[in-house]
């Protein structure tokens, strides 16, 4: 991977993943920076998309309890089973989603670092993982989205 680009995007959320896109559409040389192992941010990994996928299956369960038998469907015993329902929003949700916005780094030309991103200075950040690397840009966009602040 170069270490020089014409834009470095901070995180590889919603906000991320997709100016990094458009800014390899455009043509500039871009590369993203992910502190965590897998690409989509909060959203994709443990927020919207898992907790939608989670919502699904207790909509289900619900309606197999209590809404089927206005349908002429009876059922003598439901129960559920939480770790089966993590293993399919993690398998069947989230894992597959991750690797197409993996993909799509890919198929762009995206480089991607996996690290921990430092300004060392306006054009270049240091990227600690695994190993550290000094990767300089003449543009950054910073996507680390936030978290909320806990009072004392």
Known sequence: MSSEYDVVI???GPGGYVGAIRCA???LKTAIVEKYST??????NVGCIPSKALLDSSHRYHDTVHSHKDHGIQVSEASLDLVKMMERVEKKVVAPTCEGVKF???K???DVFHGLGSFINAHE???SGESEQTI???NFIIATGSK???LP
């Open 104 to 106: 799509l780094m890919k």
């Open 10 to 12: 901070i995180g590889s």
């Open 125 to 127: 950040l240091l990227v």
């Open 25 to 27: 559409q455009l043509g």
């Open 148 to 150: 909320p602040a806990t």
């Open 39 to 44: 690409l989509g941010g909060t959203c994709l």
């Open 136 to 138: 300089k840009a003449k």
């Open 108 to 110: 762009n030309k995206i």
